[in-house]
């Protein structure tokens, strides 16, 4: 059974920093490329960051500079360090792993809530 567990969300005011955890379980780790996605109040799910099996990274524009994506393959851990966060970050952040490179998530996390307010 695979699951994945996010946390470190919670209230943060603006300019501050958060670093998100996904421990991933049920899977051979190192081979699966992960992602965080987010959703903000009536808005569509989107992907945020990206870290590849070959530690190949990838961001969304407003994040960049922002935001860094990185793994652990010896615990089994995807993190999000969030920097300089904005009201605008505010969102249910979920982690997600796929086996191929560009393809849909297979399997997602229950999602940690993130809010940027002062």
């Known amino acids: 059974q695979v699951q994945l567990v996010e946390s470190g969300g919670g209230l943060v005011q603006p300019g501050g920093s958060l670093r998100l955890s996904c421990v991933v379980s049920g899977i051979a780790f190192s081979s699966w490329h992960m992602d965080w996605f987010r959703q903000a109040p009536g808005k569509q799910r989107e992907l945020v960051a990206s870290?590849?099996?070959?530690?190949?990274?990838d961001y969304i524009d407003s994040v960049k500079g922002r935001f860094t994506i990185s793994r652990d393959n010896a615990k089994n851990t995807v993190y999000l360090q969030m920097n300089n966060l904005k009201p605008e970050d505010t969102a249910v952040y979920y982690c997600?792993?796929?086996?191929?490179?560009?393809?849909?998530?297979?399997?997602w996390g229950q999602g940690t809530q993130v809010t940027v307010s002062s």
């Open positions: 997600s792993v796929r086996r191929r490179w560009g393809s849909v998530p297979d399997y």
């Open positions: 870290i590849a099996s070959n530690w190949k990274t």
